[in-house]
Nanobody, 115 residues
Framework: EVQLVESGGGLVQPGESLRLSCAASGFTFSTAIMYWVRQAPGKGLEWVSR????????AYVDSVRGRFTVSRDNAKNTLYLQMNSLETEDTAVYYC????????RGQGTQVTVSS
């Protein structure tokens, strides 16, 4: 059974940082392309970042590029999202996922950016 368990969310002020983690199990993590998606209040799911399997090539939505960094530790079956310079617009539930639309995703972790 595929399991994705996110953690690391919380309440922070604008400009602060958070690091999200996603523990994966039930599939061969090292060969999977992994995604972070998010859902802001009242909005649909939005793709945030992607990291490829073999060489760790990354991609980001324009709104987070330069502030967020996705990484993976294949030995630990864990996906990360380092989020710096957080903005109020980053407030959302963040999910790690096995597809860009977030159909196969975890339960999510809440990130709230507010002064």
């Amino acid at each position: 059974e595929v399991q994705l368990v996110e953690s690391g969310g919380g309440l922070v002020q604008p400009g602060e940082s958070l690091r999200l983690s996603c523990a994966a199990s039930g599939f061969t993590f090292s060969t999977a392309i992994m995604y972070w998606v998010r859902q802001a209040p009242g909005k649909g799911l939005e793709w945030v970042s992607r990291i490829n399997n073999l060489f760790g090539t990354t991609a980001y939505v324009d709104s987070v590029r330069g502030r967020f960094t996705v990484s993976r530790d294949n030995a630990k079956n864990t996906l990360y999202l380092q989020m710096n310079s957080l903005e109020t617009e980053d407030t959302a539930v963040y999910y790690c996922a096995l597809d860009i639309k977030g159909v196969r995703r975890g339960q999510g972790t809440q990130v709230t950016v507010s002064s």
